[in-house]
């Protein structure tokens, strides 16, 4: 495999593609505001994703349900004007494109015209190829997603690894073939057993980046607010964290609270 890097001096969804082709691993990671943005974007990362774990991350959800369209769009707002490399993508949610394929081309313009995004992504496989064929027929890039689809946790009733029976597997097999056929530029594949997802990558011809799906991908993903430890309360197996910022946090904090207390905060220089 290639380790050649090639400059992007903005990561177009043809990149992606291109990466793949030459073994270029993808990097992707989330974000929802304008600060983290400009800091993952700066950084390298090749795709922000403004995925609706903001309602977990941002808004404190149990699940994704609750996160509204407008919602989205104003996370996805304050993303762009943070950008200049980064290729980004906005999740649909839930609610937003389920009913029919009209409704849902309705939602990925809105996120198009009014945040000024460049991709959206949706959760499924055949049940939403109408709706698919009617964003990508717009011209608006769709990445698919696929194994664990946390917008259906209660038709699965938790989140443990999907796929691991054989009729499961090959209907995702299936799926992603059927999202590359329908012009998908990627496909996310969540949680699933290594092997498969390694299936899968080697089965088409887009790219496949995986979360918790193991090395055999074309990238990985991770929730940002996970992988710097400012959650701390989850901890699945695949996830990395690189650092601990909610200690960290905590513990600055904590010593600005006995700053102020003890009027050790501000000192003479930091004052007029
Ligand atoms: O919303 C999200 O953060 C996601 C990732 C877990 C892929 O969809």
Same mark, same amino acid.
């Given at each position: ?133 009617r964003i990508l027929n717009a011209g608006i890039p769709v990445m698919g997603h696929l194994g664990l %689809?946390?917008? *259906?946790? &209660?038709?699965?009733?938790?989140? +443990?690894?999907?796929?691991?029976? $054989?009729? !499961? ?81 905590? %513990?600055?904090? *904590?010593? &600005?609270?006995?700053?102020?207390? +003890?009027?050790?905060?501000?000192? $003479?220089? !930091?004052?007029?």
């Amino acid at each position: 495999m290639s380790t050649a890097k090639k400059e992007y001096k903005r990561v177009t969804v043809k990149s992606l593609v291109d990466m793949k082709a030459t073994g270029e691993k993808i990097s992707m990671l989330t974000a929802y505001d304008y600060t983290m943005a400009k800091i993952v974007d700066s950084a390298g990362v090749d795709v922000i994703l403004v995925g609706d774990s903001a309602s977990n991350v941002m808004a404190g959800h149990e699940t994704t349900l609750p996160i509204t369209l407008d919602q989205m769009i104003y996370h996805a707002s304050s993303v762009v004007r943070a950008i200049y490399r980064a290729l980004i993508v906005v999740d649909l949610p839930f609610g937003s494109y389920q009913s029919d394929p009209k409704e849902a081309l309705r939602s990925a313009i809105r996120i198009m015209k009014e945040s000024g995004a460049h991709s959206v992504k949706l959760e499924g496989g055949k049940e939403i190829k109408e709706s698919i064929k009617r964003i990508l027929n717009a011209g608006i890039p769709v990445m698919g997603h696929l194994g664990l %689809t946390p917008q *259906s946790i &209660y038709k699965f009733g938790t989140y +443990t690894v999907r796929a691991k029976e $054989e009729q !499961e597997a090959e209907q995702l097999l299936e799926d992603a073939k059927m999202l590359e056929k329908l012009g998908c530029f990627a496909i996310v594949l969540e949680k699933i057993p290594a092997k498969l997802a390694q299936q899968v990558a080697e089965s088409v011809s887009i790219p496949i980046i995986g979360i918790g799906a193991g090395s055999g991908v074309d990238g990985q993903v991770l929730v940002l607010h996970d992988m710097i430890g400012m959650t701390h309360e989850f901890n699945p197996r695949f996830l990395r964290r690189y650092l601990n910022l909610y200690e960290e946090m905590s %513990t600055a904090i *904590s010593q &600005y609270v006995d700053d102020v207390k +003890t009027q050790d905060f501000p000192n $003479e220089s !930091e004052q007029y």
